[in-house]
């Protein structure tokens, strides 16, 4: 079934290109471009963010022959899914062309391409790569398409332990140089524990799939950096908009204009709002800086993609780590606030390792350090958004903050994951659990105050 499923999913997409040019003229379909089409194969059923099946594109991939000719051809993800700090693909490609029309199966690479935190393409590296097992080793979402053994003798396996494994871990920047595998250094082959007797000589001009497995991983790479992720890599920027004329040549010099452009930061408290300050009241009352609820913040599912990857901010989310392993937004930093900031028996209780007890409003220090670490986990003097499951403990935090000097006016409750159910947020929404946790919570090396 598995195999019925992939042969299928190319089908679908080779259907869909066919029923695109088949009403079109030779002059119609020339003025088309792949980000067209692509963007007729999404919108026109629904693929994408924002819905329930991954988006899937055509890309160019430059195909190489027996005698390493080059002809420009295309390949297909069927699959992108963007996990927590990497991305997943499905590629399908021809691998050779040599074979006759009834063999000729395409090859379906499983690839992971991480998500650098330089924002860089070239530093994005290969985390996994198979024809066969993704990398949780439930699905089977790769198929080796070639001949087993390929004509000059070698097997599939043998591709699999000694020649795949090489790349993992290579980064775009070390792999896009490379041609064919005749531009592998011998040296750096075979380094890693027991490749130090693996040669290269046997795929050198033996076959054309293991130069085109390099092609499809240039090929991914490229579409990988078409990812939002990287929309500030200034070397994808420059190859994207190459300057037609001399005053766009001088476009990258006016790139520190970013940072004047960034949208000005509202309140933390939008005091045009109401409330209900306790549970119990009837009417509602306007909200005033000191209520710092997520009903009363500035900042929310409504507007927080207009505030996101700014540099001037630093993104919190105060859940525990199992909780955010469920679901989380991409690049926020975990500081449970239950496990480690506050309980309010803690100034008490000598088993308990977080740095306040108390109150929230009248919080009392555990250690002689517990301003000084609080103060490394939540920066004075920074723009701080922090998020939690509904907001409730972004709110007891934010009483503490007050009551240990902090700047007020810098920090925002941005409400709980509970809340961003849009699909506006999908893209940097990361849902599948990756691993589960056991956790122990301690503090070590510090002064306790009452001991």
Same mark, same amino acid.
């Given at each position: ?109 499983? *690839? ?12 994005? &590296?290969? +985390? =996994?790569?198979?024809?066969? !097992? @993704? ?121 520190? *204009? ?12 939008? &005091?045009? +709002? =109401?409330?209900?300050?306790? !549970? @119990? ?171």
């Amino acid at each position: 079934m598995a195999q019925k499923r992939r042969f299928m999913t190319l089908f679908l997409a080779l259907a869909l290109v066919a029923a695109l040019f088949a009403p079109l003229s030779p002059v119609s379909a020339n003025a088309l471009t792949l980000d067209e089409i692509n963007e007729f194969l999404n919108t026109s059923a629904a693929l994408g963010e924002g819905t329930k099946a991954n988006p899937v594109a055509i890309i160019p991939i430059n195909h190489i022959d027996g005698p390493k000719e080059e002809d420009n051809f295309y390949a297909f993800v069927p699959f992108k899914y963007v996990a927590r700090n990497y991305i997943k693909y499905q590629v399908v490609f021809i691998s050779c062309t040599c074979r006759s029309a009834d063999v000729n199966y395409w090859s379906t690479a499983f *690839v992971e391409l991480t998500l650098p935190s330089s924002g860089l393409l070239d530093d994005a &590296e290969i +985390r =996994t790569l198979s024809f066969d !097992k @993704d990398s949780t080793g439930h699905y089977l979402a790769g198929f080796w398409g070639d001949s087993n053994p390929i004509p000059s003798g070698q097997t599939y396996d043998l591709i699999k332990t000694e020649y795949l494994p090489y790349y993992v871990g290579k980064t775009y920047a070390q792999l896009k140089g490379l041609s064919t595998t005749d531009d592998i250094e011998l040296a750096d082959y075979q380094a890693g524990e027991g490749r130090s007797e693996y040669g290269l000589d046997v795929y050198t001009g033996a076959t054309v799939s293991t130069n085109n497995v390099l092609r499809m991983i240039h090929a991914i790479f490229q579409h990988h950096g078409t990812d939002p992720f990287f929309a500030n890599d200034p070397a994808l920027v420059k190859a994207e908009a190459p300057a037609a004329a001399p005053e766009k040549e001088e476009a990258p010099a006016a790139a520190p *204009v970013a940072s004047a452009e960034l949208a000005p930061l509202p309140a933390p408290v939008d &005091e045009t +709002r =109401t409330f209900k300050k306790n !549970k @119990d009241d009837t009417e509602e009352v306007p909200c005033t800086p000191g209520d710092y609820g997520p009903t009363c913040s500035s900042i929310g599912p409504h507007n927080l993609l207009e505030y996101l990857n700014r540099s001037d901010i630093f993104y919190i989310d105060t859940r525990d780590h199992n909780d955010y392993m469920k679901k989380h937004f991409r690049n926020f930093e975990v500081v449970p606030f239950f496990g480690l900031i506050f309980n309010a028996d803690a100034n008490e209780d000598a088993s308990l390792p977080h740095l306040y007890g108390g109150t929230p409003t009248e919080p009392v220090p555990v250690y002689e350090e517990s301003d000084e670490i609080l103060e490394a986990l939540f920066p004075k003097g920074k723009t701080l958004f922090i998020m939690c499951q509904s907001g409730g403990r972004v709110g007891m935090l934010m009483n503490i903050l007050k009551a240990r000097g902090w700047d007020m006016t810098k920090v925002y409750n941005i409400g709980g994951m509970a809340q961003y159910t849009g699909p506006e947020y999908k893209a940097i929404t990361v849902d599948t659990p990756e691993m589960i946790m056991n956790i122990t919570y301690s503090m070590e090396g510090l002064t306790r105050i009452n001991p």
